[in-house]
């Protein structure tokens, strides 16, 4: 064996492509241990909101780490945990009123999926059946895949995963999907899972608020609960708190993780509403909810949470997200004026168009030749095969969104 042991999430290794080594974080912008900086055009994977290494998380998190690292969940709490719970029902929908920790993106789904099926069970109801979203992405866990888009990323596991009602994505005419999400709530399910307004991993398709809205109107009509997966769109990354806002909607189980932290250290909550913390409630310890991990509401990661509330409470962060919308919208409008560049869209701080291909084949190695450009010229970009996307931390400065833009703009043309 040669080189690093590691073995890399999403990752070929036997492309034997470079793997940067990567010494400090600071604001938009990563080091390398050469020193090289790499300006971070996706926010390190859709984590880092407020930038790499905010001041406040970093002192929460190292004044927690001289009190208390960590220590079972389990019919115990800790200060740091109970803040950041107060805190949250101080900013999200009042009907959200019960908040489970764990430890990621994926669990938090894991999480959401078990209070659903435990709410119906537990009110001795037989509904089983999940519905998710065309195209939804939920994690890498089993679960998660589950409720996912299958593809060649999941074929080999396709045996384990239990099957889903998918409702077809809404195009033009959204006339279909709700048809079909009216006759499977019908046919009776427990619960509706979805990406509001943005679906990431499937390559940042959009939808608009007023479908989100008639799919919650729909799911409330048979019973059906809502599962809001804001993994990706909380925390500010489309325009508000919460993508659901835009559309009016108060799910009854909402996801949240990536910029809980700020994107610093690995924290989820599932939210719930009063009703499906109510069915789990009894003298009978067979009702209780059957889920944990062993880092549940870890301190430390409860205290980067805790100062990521405090950045939202006191700082003006929702005014750096509009002003950074502001100047993507400035910087889409100039890409898409190129001939290959394909249905540009934005929400809050994303932006993403298609490439078009302009010879047969070229599509298929498009995204690493890209990502391996922008690498050599210090962005750090990510495409999803023919998808660009731009979807930096919201302090990064005009001139590193110039040299982004202006960096992919330089790629898409030297590789088409
Ligand atoms: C990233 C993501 C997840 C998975 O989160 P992890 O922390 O990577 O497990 C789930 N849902 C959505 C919408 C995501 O974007």
């Known amino acids: 064996m040669s080189g690093s042991p590691i073995w890399h999430p999403f990752t070929q290794h036997g492309l ?86 764990s430890d990621s993106g994926s669990t938090s789904v894991e999480v959401a999926l078990k209070m659903a099926l435990g709410f119906w069970r537990n009110r001795g109801e037989e509904r089983h059946r999940i519905l998710v979203l065309e195209h939804g992405y939920h994690g890498d866990t089993v679960g998660g895949m589950s409720v996912g888009a299958r593809g060649v990323f999941n074929q080999a596991y396709a045996p384990l995963l239990f099957d889903v ?6 195009g033009d005419d959204p006339q279909p999907s709700y048809d079909a999400l009216e006759a499977a709530c019908a046919a009776g399910a427990a619960a509706f899972i979805l990406e509001p307004l943005v679906l990431g991993a499937a390559g940042m398709l959009m939808y608009p608020p007023a479908v989100l809205a008639e799919f919650a109107a729909i799911c409330r009509r048979h ?12 925390w500010g990354r489309t325009g508000t708190l919460l993508a659901c806002e835009q559309a009016g909607v108060v ?60 950045i939202w409470r006191e700082e003006p962060v ?45 599509l298929s190695d498009f995204a690493p030749r890209l990502m391996a450009f922008c690498r050599e010229r210090g962005v750090l970009l990510r495409p999803l095969g023919n998808t660009v996307y731009v979807m930096p931390p919201y302090c990064v400065g005009e001139a ?9 703009e330089a790629g898409i043309a030297s590789l088409s």
């Open 16 to 101: 034997g492509e470079p793997i940067p080594l990567v010494a400090r974080g600071e604001g938009a912008a990563l080091f390398t241990a050469d020193g090289e900086r790499v300006i971070d055009a996706i926010s390190s994977w859709w984590v880092t909101t407020h930038g790499h290494c905010h001041p406040r998380i970093m002192a929460a998190i190292a004044s927690q780490a001289e009190k208390l690292d960590q220590v079972i969940f389990a019919g115990w709490t800790h200060e740091p945990a109970e803040e950041v719970a107060r805190g949250l029902l101080g900013i999200m929908p009042p009907a959200l009123t019960r908040v489970f920790f």
């Open 165 to 170: 009602g998918t409702i077809p994505f809404p």
């Open 223 to 234: 019973g059906v609960l809502l599962i809001a997966d804001e993994v990706m769109t909380g």
């Open 251 to 310: 799910p009854d189980i909402l996801c949240l993780s990536k910029g809980l932290t700020g994107g610093a250290v690995p924290l989820a909550v599932t939210l719930a509403s009063e009703p499906i913390y109510q069915a789990h409630l009894s003298p009978d310890r067979a009702r209780m909810f059957f889920h944990s991990s062993s880092y549940t509401a870890n301190p430390l990661a409860c205290a980067a949470a805790a100062a990521n509330l405090t």
């Open 318 to 362: 929702l005014e750096r997200v509009a002003l950074l919308a502001d100047r993507q919208a400035g910087q889409l409008a100039r890409m898409a004026a190129s001939s290959i560049v394909e249905n540009p869209r934005q929400l809050g701080t994303i932006t993403a168009f298609e490439v078009r291909a302009p010879v047969s084949g070229y």
């Open 400 to 408: 590193d969104l110039d040299t982004i833009y202006s960096t992919i």
